[in-house]
């Protein structure tokens, strides 16, 4: 079956531009994490959706960053004004909750450079 | 502050040696400890996971140890072979709504021939 998918794969704009990061979570899966990784670094979480649940924004670094998740599918995270310390790979992940599932399953990541 | 400390950064390995990548965790409300696999370009994928309720588990020719009193867990590989070169990722996560994955800096592997 597919997996996580998400557009675009890389991304170059200029600092101070906006952008838009999109995924796509395996289907039936109800949860779905943002996670950040700087190079060299490990992945940091952002954000995390369940459901009709209020999200957990508690990762996310700023007042620029947001993300929503639209019918429980697919997710956008929006970086307004973006900054050169916002480069880094986007990575999204989605987890199934019904029988106790505790796998997450990444995408491939958005690799964004703000020039 | 960093919940989950992974050593080291880089590990060179002969065919068919063992691999051993060590996590340290603070968090005693950690409950769910997975190993990631991460392939230039890629995303992570699980290769391993356990509980604090075992002290090891065993899949294949990798290898999760526990040890709970000292709040550390390691992944061995066993046969090493350079397929196996890729950054490995110890993660730990707490029960509860969120399960967010708390990440160790990563570990790069290279196996050689």
């Known amino acids: 079956g597919a997996g996580v998918s998400q557009s675009p794969s890389n991304k170059v704009t200029e600092k101070g531009k906006d952008v838009e990061l999109r995924c796509d979570p395996i289907s039936g899966h109800t949860a779905l994490y943002w996670y950040r990784q700087s190079l060299g670094q490990g992945l940091e979480f952002l954000i995390y959706f369940q459901g009709n649940s209020a999200p957990d924004k508690s990762g996310l670094p700023s007042d620029r960053f947001s993300a929503e998740r639209t019918g429980g599918s697919v997710s956008t995270l929006t970086i307004q004004r973006t900054q050169q310390e916002d480069s880094a790979v986007y990575l999204c992940?989605?987890?199934?909750?019904?029988?106790?599932?505790?796998?997450?399953?990444f995408g491939p990541g958005t690799r964004l450079l703000v020039l | 502050q960093q919940q989950v400390k992974q050593s080291p950064q880089s590990l060179i390995v002969q065919k068919g040696g063992i691999s051993i990548i060590n996590c340290a965790y603070e968090?005693?409300?950690?409950?769910?400890f997975p190993w990631y696999q991460q392939f230039p370009g890629k995303g992570p994928a699980l290769l391993i996971a356990i509980r604090p309720d075992v002290s090891e588990k065993k899949e294949g020719r990798f290898t999760i140890s526990f040890n709970k009193s000292a709040k550390q867990f390691s992944l061995h590989i066993m046969d090493s072979q350079p397929g196996d070169s890729a950054t490995y990722f110890c993660a730990a996560s707490r029960g509860g709504a969120t399960n967010k994955l708390i990440f160790g800096t990563g570990t790069l592997l290279a196996v050689q021939p």
């Open positions: 992940a989605s987890r199934r909750t019904s029988g106790g599932g505790e796998t997450q399953y």
């Open positions: 968090n005693t409300a950690f409950d769910y």
